[in-house]
Nanobody, 121 residues
């Protein structure tokens, strides 16, 4: 019905940058919020950043000033620009689309499979 596909992860040295993308596809009429979460080995999934359809952004304290979330509403795509990366940013980064309206009716949330980010010291 709706699929989210993340890309852009990889291995980078501390201080480097990466840009993640999340493309949503399917019978989508609108998406309320697109967000990024991450999960490191042995840790719980944590919120990273989000942007609503009105372009309101929210960030975790740990990434403020270093990460920037954006989205292309027309393409149902979200981005996460990650600068000044630290080893503690190493995790699987997952995309979430919340309040998705499809032509089948109702609102649902969807998750992508994730993309691995490894930051070496």
């Amino acid at each position: 019905q709706v699929q989210l596909v993340e890309s852009g992860g990889g291995l980078v040295q501390a201080g480097g940058s990466l840009r993640l993308s999340c493309a949503a596809s399917g019978s989508i009429l609108s998406i309320n919020t697109m967000a990024w979460y991450r999960q490191a080995p042995g840790k719980q999934r944590e919120f990273v950043a989000s942007m609503t359809s009105s372009l309101t952004t929210k960030y975790a304290d740990s990434v403020k000033g270093r990460f920037t979330v954006s989205r292309d509403t027309g393409k149902n795509t979200a981005y996460l620009q990650m600068n000044s990366l630290k080893p503690e940013d190493t995790a699987v980064y997952l995309c979430n689309a919340a309040g998705v309206r499809t032509r089948y009716g109702g609102r649902s949330d969807f998750w992508g499979q994730g993309t691995q980010v490894v930051v070496s010291s």
